[in-house]
């Protein structure tokens, strides 16, 4: 096949590696098979995902309140576009890899550098969003109350659109919450067991919600439950005060590996586990793009007369690009 | 040393004169389906919204979606239209049966442990 050049001199040595089973040579042979396994990683992460979400199918997050943030545009509730922008990004860079190849197909090694380059810069791009994104999801924005049993309670009133419908609007715990003064204080090692760690404090009491929520008539809590409409369930006045007098324990907000103001922190848990895991790759994946595109420009490549080393990094790129469309659709989609 | 990529994508539809006018085809089309899903993904028109199947009518659309444009990226920008059939069907056959068996075992207990939450008597969310 002329498509893959391979001149290692080991042409006719049948046991160094001079035969070439599939038409492929040793080197994208195993870049496959590690693809294959690294395939094999990544759908048990989501299948893993897609176990928690069906065991918790009616009262699993809803992405798309999740995820509604655009850098520069505060405020706006913006679902999907930052996320379809990064993968834009992620299947442009890999546009410029497969080009890449071509050119080295064609030994034009000004090309190589350049389109290289662009792929470099593409995922840099890509995994500083992901970071974006992770602030943004760990920061959280509405804040939200955890229950005895480990539930989210959220807070929101109705208010009349410009249809002049009556539409559930979130209200964040900060905005309504009486903030009493308190006694408590971070326990830290110096100034208490020193074998006992603690995290940082809620930044509100529990009481501190209760009064902010009696002084405020209009404002009712919402449950992880999904009904019928798939929509969370809201709570009439009484069982909102009920809910949170009864079982209110603490103030959360954002997201961590613990708690999870959007929902069940499993569902922070596995975004942050594979969209990290994913963002590992792509970070390997810029820093081997980054060795290459140097071996490209000393002309290593050039001498060896095959950039068949550009090929075997670019099918890594495009397998980490494979498993964003994948994160993509089950993480934001479905 | 000639282009001898496979040059046509749709079973011989389009063709392309060169892999470069290929690639440029190829990303067209994973941006046409990107911006579907996007559209649908925001609007979610109330039409899809019923259950095929088991599953919302929109989520099979989005998992197909998927899966046509994974098929473009290994086939074109991973060069699996050019490698030796052994080569596919080795890589592909095998990550395809053992990605459904795990992804049938896994959503099958899923299923099971949200029943026994639901109609048994453990309720504690862990």
């Known amino acids: ?18 035969n070439e089973p599939l038409k492929a040579s040793y080197g994208k042979m195993m870049m496959w098979f590690f693809i294959v396994t690294d395939a094999l990683t990544f ?5 893993a995902y897609g176990f928690s979400r069906f065991k918790f199918i009616d009262s699993w997050p809803i992405a798309d309140e999740v995820f509604t943030h655009v850098p520069f545009l505060h405020g706006q509730e913006l679902p999907m576009i930052y996320v379809a922008f990064m993968t834009f990004i992620l299947i442009m860079s890999s546009v410029t890899m497969v080009l890449a190849v071509d050119a080295g197909h064609h030994m034009k090694k ?41 539930n989210i309670l959220q807070f929101g009133e109705y208010k009349t ?10 209200v964040a715990v900060k905005d309504f919450v009486i903030v009493s003064p308190t006694e408590r204080t971070n326990h830290e090692r110096k100034n208490g067991l020193w074998f006992v760690d603690e995290g940082t404090l809620p930044p509100y009491q529990i009481k501190d919600v209760v009064a902010g929520l009696e002084a405020n008539p209009n404002i009712l809590v919402r449950t992880q439950i999904l009904n019928e409409e798939r929509e969370k369930t809201i709570l ?28 069940s922190p499993l569902f922070a848990d596995f975004f942050f586990f594979i969209t990290g895991f994913h963002g590992f790759h792509v970070l390997s994946g810029v ?44 993480f934001y989609l479905v | 040393m000639a282009d001898t990529h496979k040059l046509e994508i749709f079973r011989g539809l389009i063709k392309f004169k060169s892999n470069t006018q290929k690639i440029w085809g190829v990303l067209i089309l994973l941006s046409i389906v990107t911006a579907v899903e996007v559209v649908l993904g925001i609007y979610k028109p109330e ?41 596919r069907r080795a890589v592909v056959w095998t990550g395809v049966f053992l990605i459904c068996y795990l992804v049938f075992i896994l ?18 969310d862990f």
């Open chain 1, 1 to 18: 096949m002329s498509t893959t050049v391979a001149t290692t001199n080991t042409e006719g040595k049948t046991w160094s590696g001079g």
């Open chain 1, 43 to 47: 759908s048990a992460f989501l299948a």
């Open chain 1, 110 to 150: 000004n090309k190589v550098t350049w389109y290289l380059f662009l792929t470099i810069i593409g995922g840099i791009i890509f995994v500083g969003s992901q970071a974006w994104e992770w602030a943004t999801f760990i920061k959280g924005d509405y804040g939200a109350v955890q229950t005895k049993g480990g």
């Open chain 1, 161 to 170: 659109n410009e249809n002049g419908e009556q539409e559930f609007k979130r």
């Open chain 1, 236 to 263: 009439s006045r009484e069982e909102s005060l009920a809910a949170i007098k009864n079982n209110g324990k603490r103030v959360v907000e954002g997201a961590n590996l613990e708690v999870n103001e959007y929902g």
């Open chain 1, 287 to 330: 820093v081997i793009n980054i060795i290459i595109w140097f071996n490209v420009i000393l002309g290593t490549y050039e001498r060896r007369k095959s950039y068949e080393m550009v090929e075997k990094v670019g099918l890594y790129w495009h397998f980490v690009d494979l498993v964003w469309v994948f994160v993509f659709t089950f």
């Open chain 2, 47 to 87: 039409a899809l919204e019923s259950h095929i199947l088991g599953m919302k009518g929109l989520n099979w659309i989005f998992i197909i979606l998927t899966i046509v444009k994974a098929y473009y990226i290994t086939w074109d920008f991973m060069h699996m239209r050019d490698e030796t059939p052994g080569l």
């Open chain 2, 107 to 124: 959503l099958q207990e899923g299923g099971y442990v949200y029943d026994v939450y639901d109609n048994g008597f453990i309720k504690r």
